[in-house]
Antibody, heavy 119, light 110 residues
């Protein structure tokens, strides 16, 4: 059973970079069966897909965030990471990492971590 | 930009049946979009209910079923229970690694 856990600062200053890491346990991030994604949810609002990465490093980003996002993978640590640049208050959200699997859905989710953008 | 549409809210009586839908701003939803459905209660991570249009995730009661109805994906809850009151989201896979969430439906059971 795969488990995912987000980690990173809970507070980021406006115009700075939001950085989060997702640690995967119970399976290998190098598995050809999985893709790894980031999803966010502003307070009181719906879910928004940010992007997805394959262990080889291939990335896929939401068109609306593509200019400000980088997702990377560290197979040696079984982790993948999110960087969101030039953040504003509108980027305040709970950020989830998730596994996209063979069923073509987000099949396993982290518990989520709240990131607040404020000075 | 592609928008995935869901009813903002829906209400169902206990024991009743409700169908939530997931559409596209332009075009029809087919199985090629691999529609999936997620349930979320306040303060919790989403729970995967349905993948690939109609395949229930392990442990999901069979009162939840997925289908294509007309030009939309659909989630039907048969025999709604009080603890089904939650937010429901669909995801459509657009290809080339791109996924899009619908805006979500807030289901009230009363």
């Amino acid at each position: 059973q795969l488990q995912l856990q987000e980690s990173g600062p809970g507070l980021v200053r406006p115009s700075e970079t939001l950085s989060l890491t997702c640690t995967v346990s119970g399976g290998s991030i190098r598995s050809s069966r999985y893709y790894w994604g980031w999803i966010r949810q502003p307070p009181g609002k719906g879910l928004e897909w940010i992007g997805t990465i394959y262990y080889s490093g291939s990335t896929y980003y939401s068109p609306s965030l593509k200019s400000r996002v980088t997702i990377s993978v560290d197979t040696s640590k079984n982790q993948f990471s999110l960087k969101l640049y030039s953040v504003t208050a509108a980027d305040t959200a709970v950020y989830y990492c998730a596994m996209w699997g063979e069923k073509n859905c987000f099949d396993s989710w982290g518990q989520g971590t709240l990131v607040t953008v404020s000075s | 930009q592609t928008v995935v549409t869901q009813e903002p809210s829906f209400s169902v009586s206990p024991g009743g049946t409700v169908t939530l839908t997931c559409g596209l701003s332009s075009g029809s939803v087919s199985t090629s979009y691999y529609p999936s459905w997620y349930q979320q209660t306040p303060g919790q991570a989403p729970r995967t209910l349905i993948s690939g249009t109609h395949t229930r995730s392990p442990g999901v009661p069979d009162r939840f079923s997925g289908s294509i109805l007309g030009n939309k994906a659909a989630l039907t809850i048969t025999g709604a229970q009080a603890d089904d009151e939650s937010d429901f989201y669909c995801v459509l896979y657009l290809g080339s690694g791109i996924s899009v969430f619908g805006g979500g439906t807030k289901l009230t059971v009363l």
